[in-house]
């Protein structure tokens, strides 16, 4: 009888687990036809990519850590791209980056920004705006490039700021 009950519990735990995964994954999905032109090539250039990580995996060019931190990135960059493109509403996407704590010197060199003080909407250095952590099995940081018009105004108020 005790044998009986585990195993009922583990099959109630499998179908748990399996529903909970389905749940999670209609959150994320998503049609084509919802995004306009610009949105819709960008998840097309993350599909490309996607694709092009699997190929040199299969391959054994590179390693599993590599191929599934970089697949954990593209799967960050397609999540935070489908969230501003529904919160927005619009047919426009900044220039994503999206970088593991490790990586911050990659965007941002020595002057690594501490990533315990971030708070989504902060500017850096006049250059990205702090979108949110996003976990995909590791967190990543997102980032959106300002556009040379946005840097150029915080270029300005800050050095309008420093004069007498």
Do not use: C
């Not at 209609?26 to 092009?52: C, H």
């Not at 999540?79 to 911050?104: C, F, G, K, W």
Request: no cysteine; aromatic share 10%; charged share 25%.
């Amino acid at each position: 009888m005790a044998i009986l009950n585990g195993r009922f519990s583990a099959v109630l735990l499998i179908a748990f687990l399996g529903f909970t995964s389905v749940h999670a994954n209609q959150r994320l999905t998503y049609s084509d036809e919802e995004f306009g032109p610009v949105v819709r090539a960008y998840l097309g250039y993350l599909r490309n990519e996607q694709e092009v990580v699997d190929d040199r995996v299969s391959r054994r060019e590179v390693s599993a850590h590599y191929y599934r931190h970089n697949s954990n990135r593209i799967k960050a960059l397609r999540q935070m791209a489908i969230r501003l493109a529904r919160e927005t509403h619009n047919d426009y996407l900044p220039e994503l980056e999206a970088v593991s704590a490790e990586e911050m010197s990659l965007l941002f060199g020595s002057s690594r920004p501490q990533v315990a003080k971030l708070k989504v909407g902060d500017v850096l250095r006049n250059t990205f705006r702090y979108l949110g952590p996003v976990r995909t099995g590791e967190t990543f940081y997102l980032f959106a490039r300002l556009d040379p018009y946005e840097q150029a105004e915080l270029t300005e108020k800050s050095s309008a700021v420093s004069r007498p």
